[in-house]
């Protein structure tokens, strides 16, 4: 897994934060400044959320689960996306801008789950598909759900639109990662 330094971690972090405020002023986006990224890990295509909180609360999460493009770029798209397109939000306003917290979480490869056994709560997130329908929970998010193994496991699937128990079907693929999670509060930036 791709482990980020702390001024890696900010330098992602506020571009993350200025591609918001770019598009919330001038509805576009700059290109990335390759001066600020010249780190051989930024060249590095992984799987990468971009989550948005407001006050504690949930305001935007978008993600690629896989590596399509460098980190950088990833970001800048997942930023975006938090900010503006994720469907169970409105856009992103600049009264709201003020008040943000932006967290990211850098994946690591995925696998398949070879038992539920082998889960960790708050190391792992999970990845179910079913009958055309998937869904994906973040490792952080059990933790700070305080679920334990059986409410994650039931949670990831009413996610993707599944029976609590859909996990245990033979015809469900359960994935498992892991992720390095940093945001603007840990960070101080906030």
């Known amino acids: ?4 330094n702390k001024e890696q971690q900010i330098k992602l972090l506020k571009l993350a934060r200025k591609t918001i405020n770019e598009y919330l002023v001038n509805n576009s986006i700059n290109g990335i400044d390759s001066t600020e990224f ?3 890990i ?28 460098i980190m950088p770029e990833t970001i800048k798209d997942m930023a975006k996306a938090s900010a ?3 469907p169970r939000f409105s856009p992103l306003t600049k009264e709201e801008f ?3 917290d932006i967290e990211i979480s850098i994946m690591s490869p995925i696998e398949v789950v070879k038992g539920v056994s082998d889960i960790v709560i708050g190391r792992d997130g ?9 869904g994906l929970l973040l490792p952080q998010v059990a933790t700070e759900q305080k679920w334990d193994l059986q409410h994650f496991l039931e949670n990831i699937c009413y996610k993707a639109g599944l029976p609590g128990d859909a ?7 359960l994935e498992k ?6 945001g603007e509060k840990d960070l101080g930036l906030i």
Do not use: P
Request: net charge positive; with cysteine; aromatic share 12%.
């Open 98 to 100: 003020k008040n943000i």
């Open 1 to 4: 897994m791709i482990e980020l």
């Open 38 to 40: 010249l780190d051989d």
């Open 126 to 134: 999970l990845i179910i598909s079913s009958g055309g329908r998937s």
């Open 167 to 173: 996990w245990k079907r033979s015809d469900t693929i």
């Open 42 to 69: 930024f060249n590095e295509k992984c799987g990468a959320f971009v989550t948005i909180h407001i006050k504690g609360k949930l305001r935007g999460c978008i993600g690629y689960i896989k590596g399509i493009k």
């Open 177 to 182: 990662f892991s992720a390095q999670v940093f």
């Open 84 to 86: 503006f397109q994720d």
